[in-house]
């Protein structure tokens, strides 16, 4: 297997500082190497760069010309690393940065069903958003039944929303803005709070959302892991922690079962902000996250396989 890795030290989706050091941490704790322990043939393609968009008259959205700048030059890369036949692993970097991920997959491979693990539904327009913050807005960007709630975007005429919320499913959700759950109502979103991961397993809250957003088993699969979906216990360090989160062996499940669909073309893992907490917090949240990023491509912990070619 082959896989890409691009960062994205991008914090202008929301209004924390430190989010932009997600990338480096990771790298820092040894993400190519554990990839390459897994047998992969790993190509680290460094740190987006790019050039902000002249954005301005639009309402409530907090550095709209950075944001559209970033994510148009991330969703080129990703296009890129589609294109040559790796899986691609996206640090962030806050969430908007899923808007560039999800489009330059949706580019390259059309049939895309999104998994959006997160404590948060990010399904705000500039309308309903009580922060301003881009990083609450990425699904509602991204998909084609909400296109009519916007207003033109200047800067974001390169990003046509051409996925439908029928092939997004969440898994997490437990702070949900009221304008967010009459979106989720209304279009009847596939959305597993914590309270179906209590009632049914998370073992089968991954079945259902799979089978909701999949059910021929076709299509190209993307997660989009906010690391807050974690409990904050297990994950301190990010921006917009929620209690009752999580845990890491779930997350490591729903990873594991997602790796082996053999679909997983792309995971984002975002919002690890190593400069909230003490050291010890930044250890447990970069921990986490490259357990989560192991689980997604391919290490199981029932043990690995003997390497080909290696015998007695
Ligand atoms: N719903 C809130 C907002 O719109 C919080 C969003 C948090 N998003 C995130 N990616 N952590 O601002
Ligand atoms: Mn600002
Ligand atoms: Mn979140
Ligand atoms: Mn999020």
Known sequence: GK????????????????????????????????????????KDYGDISYKAKNVDGINN???LGDVAGCTNCLSEQIQQILKEDRR????GGDHSVGIGTIDGHVKEKKNVGVLWIDAHADLNTNKTSESGNVHGMPVALLTSELADYW???????????MLSIRNVAYIGLRSVDCYERLVIEKFGITAFGMEDVERYGIHDVVYMALNKIDPNESKSLHVSFDIDSLDPLEAPCTGTPVRGGLSIREAVHLMEML????????????????HIGNQRDTQLTVEAAIHIIQAGFGYTRRGLKVPEGVTD
Do not use: C
């Open 61 to 63: 959205m907090s550095h």
């Open 259 to 274: 790796y082996r669909t053999k679909r997983l073309n792309a995971v984002d893992l975002v919002e690890v902000n190593p």
């Open 151 to 161: 207003p033109h975007l200047p800067g974001m005429d390169w990003q046509q929303p």
């Open 3 to 42: 896989v890409g890795i691009i960062g994205v030290p991008f914090e202008k989706g929301q209004h924390k500082q430190g989010v932009a050091h997600g990338p480096k941490a990771i790298r820092a704790a040894g993400l190519v190497r554990e990839l390459e322990l897994l047998g992969l043939d790993v």
């Open 88 to 91: 691609v692993l996206t640090i």
